[in-house]
């Protein structure tokens, strides 16, 4: 649930932000942009943390070769994405890259649910809900890209 309360708590401060005072904030796809940046913080730092990691490396289907070095690749795209988000002329591509990481990634949360993984000792967010969770980061990455 972080990166949900990540996107649309940061869309939300963001958004306001930017009706007080920031300029820079004062439209919703740079509040979008911020708050994506925000959640992909928070998701790509877990990658390198070790009780968050061996979570992440199980949840990688074992047809994919090398799931360490998975793990390793996509929490820097995601942190690169992040940063991408932040510099206007790199956004759209950042958001697209992350548009399409997100569907990269999408199998291994399958494989994670229906095996009943774990990440940090706890359960991993069910199909249906991830899957919905999903679409909506995906729909989020896109209005920052256009």
């Known amino acids: 649930m972080a990166p949900l309360i990540a996107l649309l708590g940061g869309f939300t401060v963001l958004r306001l932000l930017g009706l007080l005072a920031v300029d820079a904030l004062d439209a919703w796809q740079p509040a979008v942009r911020g ?9 790509g730092i877990p990658h390198f943390v070790p009780k968050f990691r ?11 070769p090398w799931p360490a070095l998975l793990v390793t ?11 991408g988000l932040l510099i206007p002329p790199l956004a759209p591509y950042a958001a697209t890259g992350l548009a399409l990481l997100m569907l ?12 009943r993984g774990t990440l940090a000792g706890r359960p991993v967010t069910p199909l249906p809900t991830r899957t919905a969770l999903q679409v909506l980061f995906v729909a989020a990455a ?3 890209a256009v």
Do not use: K, W
């Not at 061996?54 to 994919?64: D, K, N, Q």
């Open 35 to 43: 708050a994506l940046a925000l959640m992909f913080v928070t998701t």
């Open 54 to 64: 061996r979570g992440f490396v199980a949840m990688i289907p074992p047809a994919l």
């Open 73 to 83: 690749v996509t929490g820097v795209l995601e942190l690169a994405g992040a940063v």
């Open 104 to 115: 990269a990634m999408f199998p291994a949360n399958v494989h994670a649910a229906r095996h």
């Open 142 to 144: 896109v209005a920052a």
